[in-house]
């Protein structure tokens, strides 16, 4: 069975490097998402990984995969006050509707 | 632009009442899911459908019954709304291919239950 996990919270300065960790435990992920909510919004997909990669880039976010270790991670550089959001860590199994989420990292920057 | 509504962003009700929680999608996509989010437990499935009339129950079901008569809409049921269901909602689109599963959400309806 699918279970995320990752850590409740993280403070970070203003400008500094957040990274925010995730593990799994279902070895058949094909693809894992971060996803950002912020204050009295919805999810919103921020990146995703396929399963067969180690690393992706989008501008300033950086996502590690270490499928060795059901080890996912975001690194956002240059972190600013819009960044202060939940991320949450999810998994995806082939051929399966459903997405299994971890608890939600709630990150908040300070100046 | 894609989107998932809710019918509402705030509810009050008591405990007892049946509670109807609405979600409307424009993307044409064939899967729709309710799940409520609580601090520290993230994002719990309670029902998805993947077609029109079809159903299926998530991790926490119990208490709650869903709808979908039309492709776009999908909704939640509470018959006799508890204290312990008070939560934020959030109603999710996909279009599943088989591999990649981008969920779509709405901007969530917090439901309190006096």
């Known amino acids: 069975g699918e279970d995320v996990e990752q850590s409740l919270f993280l403070s970070v300065r203003e400008g500094d490097s957040s990274v925010i960790n995730c593990t799994y435990t279902?070895?058949?992920?094909?693809?894992l998402y971060w996803y950002k909510q912020e204050p009295g919004a919805g999810l919103q997909l921020l990146t995703y990984?396929?399963?067969?990669?180690d690393m992706k880039q989008d501008q300033r976010l950086t996502v590690l995969l270490n499928k060795k270790d059901k080890h996912l991670s975001l690194r956002i550089a240059d972190t600013q006050t819009g960044d202060s959001a939940i991320y949450f860590c999810?998994?995806?199994?082939?051929?399966?509707?459903?997405?299994?989420f971890g608890a939600g990292t709630t990150v908040t920057v300070r100046a | 632009d894609v989107k998932v509504t809710q019918s509402s962003r705030y509810l009050v009700k008591r405990t007892g009442e049946k509670v109807f929680l609405e979600c409307v999608q424009d993307?044409?996509?064939?899967?729709m899911f309710w799940y409520r989010q609580d601090p520290g437990l993230g994002l719990r499935l309670i029902y998805f459908?993947?077609?029109?009339?079809?159903?299926e129950k998530g991790d926490i079901p119990e208490g709650y019954s869903v709808s979908r008569e039309k492709k776009e809409r999908f909704s939640l049921i509470l018959e006799s709304a508890s204290t312990n269901q008070t939560s934020m909602y959030l109603c999710?689109?996909?279009?599943?291919?088989?591999?990649?599963?981008?969920?779509?959400f709405g901007p969530g309806t917090r439901l309190t239950v006096l």
């Open positions: 999710a689109s996909s279009s599943f291919t088989g591999a990649y599963n981008e969920q779509f």
């Open positions: 279902d070895s058949s992920s094909t693809y």
């Open positions: 990984i396929f399963s067969n990669m």
């Open positions: 999810a998994e995806s199994i082939r051929n399966d509707y459903k997405l299994s």
């Open positions: 993307m044409d996509h064939e899967n």
């Open positions: 459908s993947y077609d029109v009339k079809m159903k």
